[in-house]
């Protein structure tokens, strides 16, 4: 079984009891989560880029670990969440595509969470961003570990806070509770409030940054949705011209690092900077109209890299060396059974993620043993081992990633055997997780 039923869980969390680390002992350390929505690889300044300063971001990737082959689990945004949140291949939660306007889909609540693995061992979990794993009335953080909330489930206006389904989705421990003010500014006072109030114990901070997904809004730039009506066609974006949706893009990318900078400010104010951990991701590539996946080919919702090679970064003074660069390949599915080796923290029995422990990547820099791994959404599959890639849509094609990072030229036609060998393996694999839900 890769889960745990609640009885279990409840048994589980009362013989560990809220706090099993020695009074007197030094803490674990708290692990910082900041994930960004639809930011490109190729989008930040220590990624390459020209046009977005990034110095917050840049300090922690020169301070610490940047990652050159960190994928995420999907090409859209709830696959990625739910593997972050339960150390799976999506697929096994149900989670294929992104979750709509509904309260029918979500990752079932048997499903054990990184915070539910932290959780019994003394750590306060809180969660401010995009949960997007299912409403929250359903499917909600604080029934899955988390011990404070705020969240969207979607992504809705950054000023008036009107998701496109014509509703405000702003809410506090899964119940609605709108408040003035541009998002991504509130996810950020909410998650140094967190930190402020719990720098004597540890904890884990889960920061799901609304931006850079549309509507494309900058502090400056004016509220649009308002409720009583869908928004789902071109207005989805935002009250932007396209021809101004990239400068607002630029300004949502300085409002994130910012915020970053700010998280990282009150670690250092609250005295726990040396004893937290933080890894910081995007949820898929980016938008080709707006952002910029770097040399790699493809967008937002393709299985070529541009949809889900992204940027990754690890910091954590005095355990990961400073200035460092690592082309392991990894998946936001790594993170949970990283997150529970860094804590100290054993997996419940039972739980046996796909993901993969990266903490020996993180602190002692080492290589990762060469696996294969498997991407698949509505219309598209693929499998990779080593620089080797296999996508199929129509047709399978097969690229050498060393020599072809971009993916334009199919040597599937020059090497019968390595297509065959993937194929098989992504047949077998999905065998594993079962067929499409969606």
């Known amino acids: 079984m890769n889960r745990l039923t609640s009885n279990t869980f409840a048994v589980l969390l009362f013989a560990v009891g809220a706090r099993v680390f020695a009074p007197g002992a030094e803490p674990p350390p708290n692990i910082v989560m900041i994930l960004i929505d639809d930011l490109g690889y190729g989008d930040l300044g220590c990624y390459g880029s020209a046009t977005n300063p990034t110095p917050n971001l840049d300090r922690l990737a020169d301070g610490g670990l940047r990652f050159t082959d960190f994928h995420s689990n999907g090409a859209v945004c709830s696959p990625t969440r739910a593997a972050l949140l339960t150390g799976l291949y999506p697929q096994r939660a149900g989670i294929e595509a992104a979750i709509g306007f509904t309260r029918t889909e979500g990752v079932a609540l048997g499903f054990t969470t990184i915070a539910e693995v932290l959780a019994p061992r003394g750590y306060r979990c809180g969660v401010f961003g995009k949960w997007h794993v299912g409403h929250v009335t359903k499917f909600g953080p604080n029934d899955q570990g988390f011990h404070e909330s705020w969240c969207a489930n979607n992504n809705p206006d950054y000023h008036s806070h009107v998701s496109?389904?014509?509703?405000?989705?702003?809410w506090r421990d899964q119940r609605l509770a709108d408040e003035p003010g541009y998002l991504v500014d509130r996810v950020t006072a909410h998650a140094v409030d967190f930190i402020r109030a719990n720098r004597s114990r540890p904890f884990f901070l889960y920061v799901p940054q609304l931006a850079v997904h549309f509507p494309y809004q900058g502090r400056h730039d004016p509220p649009h949705r308002t409720t009583g009506r869908e928004w789902n066609g071109d207005d989805r974006y935002g009250p932007l011209p396209k021809?101004?949706?990239?400068?607002?893009?630029?300004?949502?990318?300085?409002?994130?690092?910012?915020?970053?900078?700010?998280?990282?400010?009150?670690?250092?104010?609250?005295?726990?900077?040396?004893?937290?951990?933080?890894?910081?991701?995007?949820?898929?590539?980016?938008?080709?109209?707006?952002?910029?996946?770097?040399?790699?080919?493809g967008e937002k919702g393709d299985l070529l890299e541009g949809g889900h090679r992204v940027a990754a970064i690890a910091h954590w003074p005095g355990h990961i060396a400073a200035g460092r660069t690592t082309d392991a390949t990894a998946m936001t599915m790594d993170l949970l059974p990283t997150f529970a080796a860094v804590a100290g923290v054993p997996l419940p029995a039972g739980l046996r993620p796909d993901g993969v422990d990266l903490s020996g990547v993180l602190l002692r820099g080492e290589s990762l043993p060469e696996r294969t791994v498997f991407w698949r959404d509505a219309d598209e599959k693929a499998a990779r081992r080593g620089p080797w890639k296999l996508v199929v849509r129509d047709t399978a094609a097969l690229y050498h990633l060393g020599a072809d990072p971009a993916e334009r030229r199919d040597v599937?036609?020059?090497?019968?055997?390595?297509?065959?060998?993937?194929?098989?393996?992504?047949?077998?694999?999905?065998?594993?997780?079962?067929?499409?839900?969606?």
């Open 164 to 170: 496109r389904d014509g509703k405000v989705d702003w």
């Open 243 to 297: 021809a101004e949706r990239p400068r607002a893009y630029r300004e949502m990318i300085a409002a994130v690092d910012e915020s970053v900078g700010a998280i990282v400010a009150a670690l250092a104010a609250a005295g726990v900077r040396e004893r937290t951990l933080v890894f910081v991701c995007s949820d898929n590539g980016a938008y080709l109209s707006v952002g910029s996946n770097g040399p790699y080919r």
């Open 412 to 438: 599937a036609a020059e090497q019968p055997a390595r297509a065959s060998e993937l194929v098989a393996a992504l047949v077998g694999w999905e065998r594993d997780v079962g067929p499409r839900r969606r």
